[in-house]
């Protein structure tokens, strides 16, 4: 039988919020996509600044949708909601793409048509200057759920992934301020293996005030309510189990002991008491 065509098109969903000078260098790097025109959908998560004065060149190249701020997740998903593409893709608004990304990935997945997601290799801009990611960054691929339990390996602006894979997870949890890619990811990796193009396709730039990694402290608060979440479900294997544990309970000794220095002693006793219950796991 003769293979049935597989869908190439691409949606690519970018939310900003009071960015308007950055989210207008994110655009044209989408919209210089070589050999591919991508939809391209801007979530305008209820900005206080017009972002359509700079975006006004590129008209009828895009859409923009407007909601009120309702966060970084919902603004995904609501871009997600909004698009057609067979194929989605994010952008932050103050990343970059490389000419070739959005080719590089399709010819990826026409090659592993097993693969329903992937991300790309990245470059670190922090300030103004090029940055050398760190070994425990790097990108895992295939089965990426162990590796992937201590920090986020996969970033928002390299994902490519199926419509019909992120609907089917429900897409970002709208109640998490951050590590809301972290919490998908590991939800996806239950049952899909991740796909890597290694080649460095998109430009992360750091250093901001306005980055949510630097508007919340503790961020492991929400990576242990994500681990938590996935062990009470009870879908691990025993590997998979042992691991998520070990993890659980390192990140909420951390936080135990932040909290009482901070002299937040319920907190410490209820991050103390969620990792007693895995301590003899």
């Given at each position: 039988?003769?293979?049935?065509?597989?869908?190439?098109s691409?949606?690519?969903?970018?939310?900003?919020?009071?960015?308007a000078d950055?989210?207008?260098?994110?655009?044209?790097?989408?919209?210089?996509?070589?050999?591919?025109?991508?939809?391209?959908?801007?979530?305008?998560?209820?900005?206080?600044?017009?972002?359509?004065?700079?975006?006004?060149?590129?008209?009828g190249?895009?859409?923009?949708?407007?909601?009120k701020h309702?966060?970084?997740?919902?603004?995904?998903?609501?871009?997600?909601?909004?698009?057609?593409?067979?194929w989605i893709?994010?952008?932050?608004?103050d990343?970059?793409w490389?000419?070739?990304?959005?080719?590089?990935?399709?010819?990826?997945?026409?090659?592993?048509r097993?693969?329903?997601?992937?991300?790309?290799?990245e470059?670190?801009?922090?300030?103004?200057?090029?940055v050398?990611?760190?070994?425990?960054?790097?990108?895992?691929s295939?089965?990426?759920?162990?590796?992937?339990?201590?920090?986020?390996?996969?970033?928002?602006?390299?994902?490519?992934?199926?419509?019909?894979?992120?609907?089917?997870?429900?897409g970002?949890?709208?109640?998490?301020?951050?590590?809301?890619?972290?919490d998908l990811?590991?939800?996806?990796?239950?049952?899909?293996?991740?796909?890597?193009?290694?080649?460095?396709l998109?430009?992360?730039?750091?250093?901001?005030?306005?980055?949510?990694?630097?508007?919340y402290?503790?961020?492991?608060?929400?990576?242990v309510?994500?681990?938590?979440?996935l062990?009470?479900?009870?879908?691990l294997?025993?590997?998979r189990?042992?691991?998520?544990?070990r993890?659980?309970?390192?990140?909420?000794?951390?936080?135990?002991?932040g909290?009482r220095?901070?002299g937040?002693?319920?907190?410490?006793?209820?991050?103390?008491?969620?990792?007693?219950?895995?301590?003899?796991?």
């Amino acid at each position: 039988m003769t293979a049935q065509p597989l869908d190439l098109s691409v949606s690519v969903v970018i939310p900003t919020y009071n960015r308007a000078d950055r989210v207008v260098h994110a655009v044209a790097s989408v919209l210089a996509q070589r050999e591919v025109e991508p939809e391209v959908i801007v979530v305008d998560d209820g900005s206080e600044e017009d972002i359509e004065v700079g975006l006004a060149p590129f008209r009828g190249r895009l859409r923009i949708v407007r909601q009120k701020h309702l966060g970084v997740s919902a603004a995904r998903n609501r871009g997600v909601a909004e698009s057609s593409g067979a194929w989605i893709a994010f952008l932050d608004s103050d990343d970059e793409w490389l000419p070739h990304k959005t080719l590089e990935q399709l010819h990826f997945h026409r090659d592993h048509r097993e693969v329903l997601v992937s991300q790309t290799g990245e470059l670190w801009i922090r300030d103004g200057v090029r940055v050398n990611p760190c070994k425990h960054h790097a990108k895992p691929s295939g089965d990426i759920f162990v590796p992937s339990l201590a920090r986020c390996l996969v970033s928002p602006s390299a994902v490519m992934l199926r419509r019909d894979l992120f609907t089917s997870v429900g897409g970002f949890d709208e109640s998490m301020p951050v590590c809301e890619d972290y919490d998908l990811w590991l939800r996806l990796s239950l049952d899909q293996s991740f796909g890597l193009v290694e080649e460095p396709l998109m430009v992360k730039y750091g250093g901001h005030a306005d980055q949510l990694s630097r508007q919340y402290w503790g961020m492991d608060r929400f990576r242990v309510l994500t681990i938590n979440r996935l062990l009470a479900e009870g879908r691990l294997s025993r590997v998979r189990q042992m691991a998520a544990q070990r993890v659980l309970t390192a990140k909420c000794a951390v936080l135990a002991k932040g909290a009482r220095r901070r002299g937040r002693r319920e907190d410490a006793n209820s991050y103390e008491a969620l990792a007693g219950q895995y301590v003899d796991g």
